[in-house]
RNA sequence: GGGGGUGUAACUCAGCGGUAGAGUAUCUGCCUUUUAAGCAGAGAGUCGACGGUUCAAAUCCGUCCACCCUCACCA
């Protein structure tokens, strides 16, 4: 504490002498005229010109040495070194320069020259402040040893790098890189959904009665109506209420809250992808899953496979498409297509599964599926034809009964998708919902509720339809080789301080 | 929830019963082409929190807190 109390101490005290010498340490305006990339990129142009330019940035580095001094500013595009020299800049501006700390916001106008030992500069004229910083930024050095960058002193602590978001940005260049990949594929899904013909809509995450999912919600509480809302758990009762309503392709990307338990594949809040189309099924969801899946790695990354740790995954089409019911065989040497209830309940607990009371044969085949066949679902992988029982908001499989036309997208053994032909049929929906609504009562806190309104929707007529839906946090994980979503969330969920 | 690990200066870490350490950062002095600049000096710590054992605890023991890994649970 003394010494943060010393350092900050400091660092008013150039604050003040800077105001005492009439320099305004927190200006309103600032006037650069070239990014430092442009320069950069440009060189010999600005070098051999001698154009007088203006650059803006974060202090980086300082070396010091008397009547002159170098340093590193960075902007958004690079990191530049700038060369300050007493005569040139002039008595008084040079104070200004002794004043400035690292972690401050500089102007530099100058121009373009290279160093005895070779590094491409700018000669200040005049160095302007355009914000005092008032704590010190962790340091961080770097050497070039054999042409590769070898870092020192980096800021690594998880903890801290989570919680100072904005610390980790500013020195964790890769940490950045990622988020800019972040975008550019959320980006390109809406690009290449619009080309589509999809149309992007905003759904409540506030609702009086949630949906969609087998999840537990949040809780919270509307003064003026005085009653408590639901943050969604899911989109998709939303848009189907949208599909109803005659607009026949929608998608929309946005945050879905689950009150459950956290890991390096959950936060509570994540972004979820979902999209409808109606006269479509789940085929054609598959079709379009592998198609946007491979145009993002195309505009991406220009490739068609993405390294994640030490496994090449490859997204050539087309992608395996098995029955649950079928992979469970290859893997367990079970066959649980019958539904024979007792005979895949003696198989799970010869197997260790627990099974639950209200489990019926779909639920145990998941569980089966669960422990058999996901870890070693690699490739991407379309897992088709889920039980009934597990799917309430999926059509029945024609010819098959005990069956839906569902499937879940499976790469490296983690779950990235799911996506039915949906129920369009009141009667059934309403069936599938009170029976979820049985198994609530007998204590499963994830089952779905009847949701009236979405009923009476569906009684209107819903044609039919395909639903997708995507976890955009773990598809950015994969794209961007994190093994932990908190390394593609911005600000993730962590306990408060003290 | 179970098991394992980590927590020492602003940052990265060493110390693991006997006066709290290093490098970087900060401050002072020198230095007009440095780049992990250099040289000389200085300041800076409730050793995560609270208890216990001991002549003596950063160090050993217990409880708690935060984070990480892992298993379980869960999309």
Redesign the pocket.
Known sequence: ????N??LA?KRQ?LEKLKNIGVDPYPTRSARTHKIKVLIDNKDDYISSEEVVTITGRLK????????G?GNIADDSGNM?I?V???KVGEENYEVFKLL??GDFVQIKGVCFV?????F?IRAHVVTVLGKSLL?L??V????VDGKKQR?????????R?RKRYLDLLLNPEVKQTFEIRAQIIKEIRSFLDEKGFMEVETPILQSLYGG???RPFITHHNTLNIDLYLRIALELYHKRLIVGGIERIFEIGKNF?N??M??T?NPEFTMLELYQAYADYNDMMNITEDMILHIAKKVFNKDVVIFGDTEISFKKPWKRASMTELIKEESGFNASNFDFEKIKKFCEDNGI?VEKTAGPGKLIEALFEKFVEPKLIQPTFVIDFPKEVSPLAKVKPGHPNLTERF?LFINGN?YG?AFTELNDPVDQRERLEAQSKLREMGDT?ANVVDEDFLEALEYGMPPTGGLGI?IDRLIMLFTNNT?I?EVILFPQ??PEE
């Open positions: 504490m003394e010494n943060i010393q350092l400091v150039k580095a300082m070396r010091r040495q008397g009547k002159v170098f070194q060369f020299k007493k005569e700390d690292l160093t005895q030992r070779g590094e500069s010190p962790p340091t050095k770097e050497k070039i020192f002193d980096e800021f690594t602590d998880i903890e801290l989570y999912a087998n999840a689950r459950e338990g890991d390096r959950h627990e879940e779950e799911n994830e976890g932990s908190k962590m306990k």
